[in-house]
């Protein structure tokens, strides 16, 4: 059984300070938590699509949790 260590919380924040608070947030209870921080849309599907193709990374650890900001830049002008 994984331990709360193991588990990654991936979180997608394009305002640094916004970001800061939430993992400071996060770690409160257990700082040795793993977050990640992504600043946009871009870098969330490089992060789960490292290859550039509809399949996910086989080296992307799944997160757990992800909290998303929901007015992220970049991300509608990816073309699909």
């Given at each position: 059984m994984n331990s709360l260590n193991d588990q990654v919380i991936l979180l997608i924040e394009d305002n640094v300070n916004d970001a800061e608070l939430a993992i400071r947030a996060l770690k409160k209870n257990n700082p040795e938590r793993s977050v990640i921080?992504?600043?946009?849309?871009?870098?969330?599907?490089?992060?789960?699509?490292?290859?550039?193709?509809?399949?996910?990374?086989?080296?992307?650890?799944?997160?757990?949790?992800?909290?998303?900001?929901?007015?992220?830049?970049?991300?509608?002008?990816?073309?699909y």
């Open positions: 921080h992504l600043m946009d849309g871009e870098e969330a599907l490089d992060y789960f699509f490292p290859d550039g193709d509809d399949s996910p990374g086989g080296n992307v650890k799944p997160p757990k949790v992800i909290l998303l900001d929901l007015k992220l830049p970049k991300l509608m002008d990816l073309k």
